[in-house]
Each structure stands twice: as C-alpha cells, then as structure tokens.
C-alpha cells in the first residue's frame, strides 16, 4: 500500500505561481514512477505531468509543457508540480499518483494509488 498527500494548492491570480507537494509513504517511493494529473468540474480526469522513478526522464500535456515542472526528492519520498504562469483554464482539483512499476504512463487507469487532490483556483 502507499499513501499519497497532496498540498500547496490555492488561490492565485493568472500570471502566478503555486507549487504543489506530494508526500508518500508505505511502498518504496524511489521504486516508483508517478504523475500527476487534474479534473476540472464537468471534465474528466486529464494528465499533467509524469517522471521516472529516478527523476531523469520527465513527461508534461502539451497545454503546460514550459509553464510547470516535475520533480522528485526520493530521499524524502516527495514529488512536487511547479506550476508558473498560471492560467484560469489549469482551475481544477490537482492529484498524484503513484504506479506499481517502475515505467512512466500518461494515462490515468494505469497508475494504481491516488491522493485525495488539492484545489488550484487561478482567478482572471
């Protein structure tokens, strides 16, 4: 089992900044690709941003390729989402997830544990 907890979001103007966190612990976090993704109310569930599991190879939706950056602490079995120049359409509750191997996916039904999500409101 893992755990996942996220925190960091809030409310923030566009042309913003947030970063978000993701706090594991349970199964070796440094064994383990992640992502993290985002729902908008009235949409499903869509990806953010992926790393491997020793932070070397990283993935980003094209829509925040540039603005946010991925990364990991493994010795501290946190993952974080720099997220900049924030726009009111990245509004959504923001989650990671963690997946049972060691391969990257963008898709959400692959990764096997969630965190409850954090809200990011970025106001126009």
């Known amino acids: 089992q893992v755990q996942l907890v996220e925190s960091g979001g809030g409310l923030v103007q566009a042309g913003g900044s947030l970063r978000l966190s993701c706090a594991a612990s349970?199964?070796?976090?440094?064994?383990?690709?992640m992502g993290w993704f985002r729902q908008a109310p009235g949409k499903g569930r869509e990806f953010v941003a992926a790393?491997?599991?020793?932070?070397?190879?990283?993935y980003y939706a094209d829509s925040v390729k540039g603005r946010f950056a991925i990364s990991r602490d493994n010795a501290k079995s946190t993952a974080y989402l720099q997220m900049n120049s924030l726009k009111p359409e990245d509004t959504a509750v923001y989650y990671c997830?963690?997946?049972?191997?060691?391969?990257?996916?963008?898709?959400?039904?692959?990764?096997?544990?969630w965190g409850q999500g954090t809200q990011v409101t970025v106001s126009s």
């Open positions: 997830a963690v997946r049972n191997t060691i391969s990257v996916s963008i898709s959400a039904h692959e990764y096997d544990y």
């Open positions: 349970g199964r070796t976090f440094s064994r383990s690709a």
């Open positions: 790393i491997s599991r020793s932070g070397g190879r990283t």
